[in-house]
């Protein structure tokens, strides 16, 4: 038996890696939760991306879209509960103290008087409990599995935990596992008998200030490393679960927000991301923040699916802020990812907990419905880079906002750039030989963050490309594809496939007082057409969203746009 799941599980990796890239078109429209046959026609939703379980009548409503039910790890503590009310302590989280510890965001939820305790996906019964969840969902007739909280236990980590029997044992077969020299390295004497729990309650007992905390522990980040491992294997089980008993490679997704480090750990045992993102909605302007999420993505080869935080729907919800909604969805779009219809949201503050948005109709369907019209040019198109971003996974888990702030600044400079990312002992991943040799421009995040094999291949293919290491350099030694002439900030976003070149344009001069931008006149851009693989001889459309396609003169690669509301594509299309 186990030789033959052994091969299941080989072929069902082949598939995966045959049909991942299907799993979301780029002009496809995701819905996040169900909604009723009317309002998918009115969005031309092709997808249900965290569908719950799916009944017959759900089903039905959804006809003809992909359907994902979805299992969470944090949030169905009230159905865990049910499943095993006389046991379900076995399977919670524990801090040091040996305590159960609540869901941060789900303090306001009870069941039966209990609070919303955080369940340790290293225990048998919870595991057992999703296994069965998974099971469930996929006999109930789902196309593919989202998993909330997809990190488990891991996910908890910023909280200190967790410290239950299974975990310490875990980690235990973990020091087993690992070289001499690295145990050494830990200062780890006899790792068949270590106990970390003990180890940290002796630290934190020694320190007479009282100020210490698990994480502070020297050995939290080896902790950590394995926890991150174990949820990524748990996931992987599960993705076999679900294959196995459809009998098909089923795609699966989670909600890896990629602004939140740590959460492309699992990353082979998914198929899409479609995941909370912040988005600043507080700020009451445009972010470039997002586009690092969907850069990231890219460098895994995964379409990111979005939608914003619940601090940004309540945000939303209270200011009426739909302007603000509209430049996210055009954002991912433009940037080669999605935006999840913004339907039903989950809002949530300290203060009012969990509290619901619905998007009226009217405001954000037709930005979808300029999608689906023109789907063609959403497909099938790659990011044209003028800059690539050397990022070592590591130096992303140490500074994340240092390497997001890094890149949404070379968004804002409208230079467009691919992220390439390298591997450390958490995401399983090399730089590639290709990726930099097709490169002009490198800038590199923490060079003494890259595995030893990723810096010297990245050494011996870019001794003849512009190397840097500071975003302002970067920006002064790049020559873009598109250069922009505008009285007001846009964005230029440029994406190309064979003989077609697409520039995406978005008005960034959004006015927080009327919830809209400004109507822009006179943006002027300068295209390098070599860079785009367009060929000198070219035809030039501008198709704006909520306005009629005309044809543009390009002369000496200037092309002056008639007027841009909040997003238009320039389509440059080779002669034959
Ligand atoms: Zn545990």
Redesign the pocket.
């Known amino acids: 038996m186990r030789r033959t799941g052994c091969f299941c599980a080989a072929l069902f990796l082949l598939v995966a890696a045959s049909s991942r890239a299907a799993a979301l078109e780029r002009s496809d429209v995701v819905f996040m939760y169900q909604a009723d046959v009317r309002t998918y026609s009115e969005y031309g939703a092709t997808v249900v991306a965290w569908g719950g379980t799916p009944r017959p009548e759900t089903l039905e409503a959804a006809k003809g879209l992909r359907f994902f039910g979805s299992v969470g790890m944090v949030t169905e503590f009230s159905r865990y509960y049910d499943r095993f009310p006389t046991n379900y302590t076995e399977g919670l ?2 801090d040091i103290d040996g305590q159960p510890v609540k869901v941060p965001w789900l303090t306001d939820h009870q069941h039966r008087g209990i609070p919303y305790w955080w369940c ?4 048998p019964i919870f595991r057992q409990y999703l296994r069965e969840r998974v099971e469930e969902t996929m006999k109930a007739g789902a196309h593919g599995l989202h998993i909330d909280d997809h990190l488990g ?1 891991a996910g908890g980590l910023w909280l200190g ?8 044992e ?1 980690f235990k077969a973990h020091l087993k596992s690992l070289p001499p020299q690295r145990i050494k390295e830990l200062g780890v004497e006899e790792p068949a008998a270590f106990n970390f729990r003990e180890q940290v309650r002796q630290w934190i007992k020694a320190d007479k200030t009282g100020n210490r905390k698990p994480q502070q522990h020297p050995l939290w980040p080896e902790w950590t490393v394995w926890q991150y491992r174990a949820a990524a294997s748990f996931m992987e089980e599960l993705h076999a679960l679900a294959n196995q008993i459809a009998q098909r490679h089923v795609p699966m997704g989670a909600n890896a927000g990629l602004l939140w480090a740590g959460h492309l750990s699992d990353y082979k045992a998914l198929d899409l991301f479609s995941a909370e993102t912040d988005h600043h909605a507080s700020a009451r302007r445009f972010s470039d923040l997002p586009v690092f999420a969907y850069r990231l993505a890219e460098a895994v080869d995964r379409p990111y699916a979005a939608t914003a935080s619940g601090g940004d729907w309540a945000f939303v919800k209270e200011n009426n802020s739909h302007g603000l909604v509209q430049g996210w969805i055009a954002l991912a779009y433009a940037s080669g990812q999605l935006f999840m219809a913004p339907h039903r949201q989950w809002c949530y503050t300290p203060e009012k907990g969990t509290h619901w948005y619905t998007g009226p109709t009217d405001v954000y369907a037709p930005l979808y419905r300029f999608v689906r019209e023109h789907a063609d040019l959403f497909d099938g198109h790659e990011t044209v880079s003028d800059i690539a971003v050397v990022l070592p996974h590591r130096a992303y888990m140490r500074t994340p906002n240092q390497c997001q702030e890094l890149c949404a600044k070379l968004a804002a400079a409208n230079l467009s750039f691919r992220i390439l990312l390298a591997g450390d002992d958490i995401v399983d991943l090399r730089l590639r030989a290709e990726d930099i040799s097709r490169e002009k421009v490198l800038l590199v995040v923490d060079r003494s963050a890259l595995l030893d094999t990723d810096r010297k291949l990245l050494e011996a293919h870019s001794k003849d490309r512009v190397v840097v290491t500071d975003v302002d350099h970067a920006i002064s030694a790049t020559q873009p594809a598109v250069r922009v002439q505008s009285p007001a900030p846009v964005r230029i976003l440029p994406r190309a496939r064979a003989g077609e070149a697409v520039v995406h344009v978005l008005n960034y001069d959004y006015d927080a007082a009327s919830d809209t931008v400004r109507e822009l006149s006179s943006v002027r851009l300068k295209i390098d057409q070599v860079k785009l693989g367009i060929s000198p001889q070219c035809t030039v459309s501008w198709v704006p969203f909520g306005g009629r396609e005309q044809q543009l003169k390009i002369e000496d690669g200037h092309v002056v746009l008639p007027k841009l509301n909040l997003w238009g594509i320039l389509v440059l299309k080779s002669r034959i």
């Open positions: 989280c524990r340790c996906s290293q225990q236990t935990i967790c410290f239950c029997d299974r975990c310490v875990g």
